[in-house]
């Protein structure tokens, strides 16, 4: 009996134990023993040379844009309305290069969802444009996510007779709905990289796990979600994929600017750029760190081939719908190519599991 | 013959096992269930989603939304406590029995080994007299009370462990598992962040080492259990086993507590009867009144156990009947205690067209289904079939004729590259679920 005593002793101190150290793993984020040096550069890498580079080159094209919409609606003349174009432009191409880490303070705040959901409601927005401030709240997540950010701004810049609308003796209301825009995204671009720099920097860098919810498992489901965006969103739907090959070419993004291509392009080149870590460690050199540097060169030479598919489509991207399809389709074909490998091998090399939500775009 | 037959079957043994497994399991049930409703799963899994996976054969089996689905996770609860308190135990066994094989049932994609074994264990569970002693009911009804039992209903239950084990290490053996050291090879260095051993995750030994242990341990731990000499040192090694499965791979959830729970009956009476002697208000039986608890038909009874057994022991090994590899065309995959064996993960793309085959439409798979049943769906060929059944009621219903529906689909398994994994040319609206193999499983490759 004493022995039996002493085994379930024993048994019971092993439990304790073992649970002890797996709730130390649990929430080990500063331990020292715990460091896979490997996994520790790749995410100090994600975010010292991506991530908050990237949120602080947006945050940057934000007060240019800002700046140059202040001096047009001062002074709504065609001159002030063309030197809009080029800061717009950078901006939106400045937004496809963070939508990618859409984790974190990110999400937290709906940056994405708030700054990009395309396309945007033309009534709704005219109807609140009427009715005046207080009319409409772009704090309400869902409901107002497609009234507002770059799409509402692409709407109200650059769509035919803007500068007739904002000309015109009643255009105060037009103006002010322009600079609430403005406001709230400055006020979430500010407040996302205030987190990145502060505590969400450590807390992204000191966790090295892979399971649902980690830093790894963001970047590998982010890189899947945004390649669906681009499957879906923003080549395949307004190419009529889902509608019998009836086009549907206003609902691409950035129609009225006509930009879709170049922010296309933007999108894909960042999340090659997503994929390598830039010059310094990425996913791609963890593949070749468990000895899968196939896959790494498969995912690699896709990226280059759909890069260069969408890239070939002749701008712009909503008139080459209808009058390039064998273009677009191509483009489609090696997206979803990409989007394959990413979701099935790149997933399953890194120990990743898919999970995200439709949480983006529609 | 005769004589074993005396043996594991009628012998009287003592109660206290099964006592104790009663208890053990009851509370087990009470907590899973709990943390289950905690974590928001009920919600996710049987409310949220517009559409479910049905059972081949139990389509007519329905969710029943909100608080449907709360009254019946709440009677679970309930009935796992009294299995616990051995109170009105028949019933309770048997509402926990029904009402947790029904949310089982609801949806395929939540199908988990240790769900089936759970309900395995239930449906025997109704039929052992569990409350006869140390129980509410024996406060109610001194009557039943018994001290010995006919040795079956203990040794049921360690039939069936045995067959849980026996048949994973089995399934354990094969080319992938110790050759290759597949999954374990992709899903170790996951893990390179623990502590003192995370730094050998990306060496190969080590995921061989997991293999090969994995396999002794699933084979053989059941015949250490059982024998007195080594039952203490090999329930050592379940524990380090299971804690070990539970920290490595979360995801597995209760399987290794329930396992570690379940294989206490592995132990002799005298230990029961120790553990019982510490709880609180328990009596020893006065000698007096001392009874034997005798099942009113031994025939029937013997008959049910062997078509049960039968049923378990060839369920397992159905997929001999299939052509190919098992783990890509999965025909006789479930229900055979295959846990952890593959990393297995695909890419769906369906396609509905109409008659003419002029008409087409692109299938946003995330319109109809949660992101588990889309992981689920795009690996597994009956799912396939299922969903494209669902695809074609749908778009019939938005006034496609006679919708045709085909699926690009693209597999990775165990490292080896995605491929395509089914026909893309075949309607799959036009195929029947059946047992027959599906002759539009494209053949499994290597390269």
């Known amino acids: ?183 709230k995204i400055k006020t979430l671009a500010t ?104 896959l790494k060169n498969t995912v690699l030479n896709q990226f280059d081939v759909a890069i260069n598919a969408v890239a070939a489509i002749p701008a712009p991207l909503s008139a080459s719908f209808s009058n390039n399809a064998p273009a677009v389709e191509n483009a489609y074909r090696e997206v979803q190519k990409l989007l394959t490998y990413l979701k099935t091998d790149v997933a399953s090399a890194t120990a990743v599991q898919i999970t995200y939500m439709d949480n983006d775009g529609d | 013959m005769m004589a074993t037959n005396r ?91 029904l009402c947790f094989t029904y949310v089982e049932l609801i949806d395929v994609t939540t199908y988990l080994n240790h769900y089936y074994f759970i309900s395995l264990v239930a449906f025997i569970m109704i039929w052992l007299p569990a409350n006869k002693n140390y129980s509410l009911d024996c406060l109610l009804f001194p009557s039943i009370r018994t001290d010995t039992i006919p040795a079956w209903c203990i040794n049921i239950i360690r039939f069936q462990m045995a067959v ?58 059941v015949f250490f259990l059982l024998n007195n000499k080594t039952r203490n040192i090999s329930y050592f090694f379940v524990l380090v086993f299971h804690i070990a499965t539970a920290v490595f791979f979360p995801a597995i959830g209760m399987f290794p507590f329930v396992m570690i729970v379940c294989s206490l009956i592995f132990f002799p009476a005298a230990f029961h009867q120790k553990i019982l002697q510490r709880l609180p208000l328990f009596q020893q039986q006065n000698n007096k009144t001392k009874a034997v608890y005798n099942f009113n038909n031994n025939n029937l009874i013997l008959w049910g156990i062997i078509l049960y057994c039968l049923i378990q022991v060839l369920l397992p090994v159905r997929f001999l009947l299939y052509p190919g590899k098992l783990f890509w065309h999965e025909q006789g995959y479930r229900f055979s205690w295959r846990v952890m064996l593959m990393e297995k993960a695909g890419a769906a793309y369906f396609t509905v067209k109409d008659s003419t085959g002029r008409q087409f439409y692109e299938v946003d798979n995330k319109e109809f289904l949660t992101p588990l049943q889309e992981k689920m769906m795009s690996t597994q060929p009956d799912l396939i079939l299922k969903y494209a059944y669902h695809l074609a009621d749908v778009y019939k219903q938005k006034g496609i004729i006679e919708p045709k529906v085909y699926a690009e689909v693209y597999v990775t398994l165990n490292s080896v590259p995605s491929k395509l994994f089914i026909d893309s040319t075949v309607n799959l609206a036009a195929q029947k679920i059946s047992w027959k193999n599906y002759d539009w499983v494209l053949p499994w490759q290597t390269k």
């Open chain 2, 164 to 221: 849980v084990y026996v048949f994973a290490g089995l399934a354990k053996i094969n080319y992938d598992w110790l050759i290759l050291a597949e999954p374990m090879r992709t899903w170790l260095p996951a893990k390179s962040y623990f502590p003192v051993i995370g730094k050998w995750m990306y060496e190969s030994w080590m995921a061989y080492l997991f293999s090969w242990f994995g396999m002794f341990y699933d084979l053989f731990i």
């Open chain 1, 191 to 294: 407040s996302n990289l205030t987190q990145w720099n502060g505590s969400y920097r450590s807390a992204f860098t000191g966790n090295l796990q892979t399971n649902v919810g980690s830093p790894i498992g963001y970047v590998v489901n982010q890189l899947a979600y945004e390649m669906d965006a681009m499957k879906g969103p923003r080549i395949g739907w307004p190419f009529g994929k889902r509608s019998n090959g009836i086009v549907f070419a206003d609902k691409c993004e950035a129609y009225y600017s006509g930009f879709s291509g170049d922010l296309a392009t933007a999108n894909l080149t960042a999340l090659k750029k997503y994929f390598t870590g830039g010059t310094g460690t990425g996913i791609d050199d963890y593949l070749v760190e468990i000895n899968r540097t196939e």
């Open chain 1, 1 to 183: 009996m004493n022995r039996m005593k002493f085994s379930i002793g024993g048994c019971l101190a092993i439990i304790a134990v073992m649970l002890f150290a797996c709730s130390k793993n649990n929430s080990g984020n500063n331990n020292p023993a715990a460091s896979d040096a490997f996994k520790q550069r790749m995410l100090l890498n994600y975010c010292d040379t991506l991530f908050i580079p990237g949120y602080t080159q947006f945050n940057t094209q934000v007060t240019t844009l800002d700046a140059a919409i202040t001096e047009f609606l001062n002074d709504p003349v065609q001159s002030k309305l063309d030197a809009l174009r080029n800061p717009f432009k950078n901006t939106y191409l400045a937004f496809e290069n963070i939508s990618m880490p859409y984790f974190g303070p990110a999400s937290a705040l709906l940056l994405n969802n708030t700054l990009n959901s395309f396309p945007s409601k033309t009534a709704d927005i005219e109807n609140a444009i009427i009715a005046g401030p207080g009319s409409y709240n772009f704090n309400q997540p869902l409901v107002s996510d497609s009234i507002q950010g770059l799409p509402a701004l692409d709407y109200l810049l650059f769509s035919t007779n803007t500068l007739q609308k904002f000309q015109e003796s009643t255009s105060a209301n037009r103006k002010q709905y322009v600079r609430d825009i403005m406001t």
């Open chain 2, 7 to 97: 043996q594991f079957l009628w012998k009287p043994v003592s109660i206290a096992p099964l006592v104790i497994f009663r208890i053990g399991f009851g509370l087990l049930m009470f907590f899973s269930i709990l943390r289950f409703w905690w974590r928001g799963w009920i919600k996710e899994l049987y409310v949220t989603p517009s559409f479910h996976f049905t059972y081949w054969g139990f389509e007519w089996v329905k969710p029943l939304g909100n608080p449907g689905m709360y009254i019946v996770f709440a009677i679970i609860l309930i009935a796992a406590l009294c299995i616990a308190l051995g109170l009105f135990y028949r019933i309770a066994i048997i509402l926990f029995f």
